[in-house]
T-cell receptor, first 111, second 114 residues
Framework: GAGVSQSPRYKVAKRGRDVALRCDSISGHVTLYWYRQTLGQGSEVLTYSQSDAQRDKSGRPSGRFSAERPERSVSTLKIQRTEQGDSAVYLC?????????FGDGTRLSIL | GDSVTQMEGPVTLSEEAFLTINCTYTATGYPSLFWYVQYPGEGLQLLLKATKADDKGSNKGFEATYRKETTSFHLEKGSVQVSDSAVYFCALSDRGSTLGRLYFGRGTQLTVWP
């Protein structure tokens, strides 16, 4: 379909390794968000970006987390030097305006 | 800062029972309010929304009314079904923010038994 697609669905990595998660957003959507969802903690935004013809405005990356947007409808969330606490479901969402449309998420497990 | 507080679960109901999931918010601006639902193994789906005070959002038999005086957006359904079993998230977005990031509650797990 034409929804938000995330890959992989599941990712297992050893602690200390870098991981990259991909998101293909809905064509035409301007703003793209990455959220982290943990059991009992709900969902918190990690980073977000707006892209237009001129430039990309990235949200504040938080330490080991960063997002790249090589194409307007593609984003890669990179997590450096993973820790066990990074185990969570990572959700990507895109929007033109509200509401946001979410992908099915990537479940990341750090061993 | 902006935040959302929703009742903790899990909530377990029999089919056809009445459902209420409480949600209150704190916002500095004029937020839009949302309920999202997440079925097992799936992402978040928008269930309903309200963009200003006294608006009522409704979908699939669920309703929520934007109450500015009590800063609440409680989710209700008169008769739940087994297929409603999911995790429900209350969220707000500050309309004054151009990026419109969402602030989520922690989620409420609902299980409906036949």
């Amino acid at each position: 379909g034409a929804g938000v697609s995330q890959s992989p669905r599941y990712k297992v990595a050893k602690r200390g390794r870098d991981v990259a998660l991909r998101c293909d957003s809905i064509s035409g959507h301007v703003t793209l968000y990455w959220y982290r969802q943990t059991l009992g903690q709900g969902s918190e935004v990690l980073t977000y970006s707006q892209s237009d013809a001129q430039r990309d405005k990235s949200g504040r990356p938080s330490g080991r987390f960063s997002a790249e947007r090589p194409e307007r409808s593609v984003s890669t969330l990179k997590i450096q030097r993973t820790e066990q606490g990074d185990s969570a479901v990572y959700l990507c969402a895109s929007s033109l305006s509200q509401p946001q449309h979410f992908g099915d998420g990537t479940r990341l497990s750090i061993l | 800062g902006d935040s959302v507080t929703q009742m903790e679960g899990p909530v377990t109901l029999s089919e056809e029972a009445f459902l209420t999931i409480n949600c209150t918010y704190t916002a500095t601006g004029y937020p839009s309010l949302f309920w999202y639902v997440q079925y097992p193994g799936e992402g978040l789906q928008l269930l309903l929304k309200a963009t200003k005070a006294d608006d009522k959002g409704s979908n699939k038999g669920f309703e929520a009314t934007y109450r500015k005086e009590t800063t609440s957006f409680h989710l209700e359904k008169g008769s739940v079904q087994v297929s409603d079993s999911a995790v429900y998230f209350c969220a707000l977005s500050d309309r004054g923010s151009t990026l419109g990031r969402l602030y989520f509650g922690r989620g409420t797990q609902l299980t409906v038994w036949p």
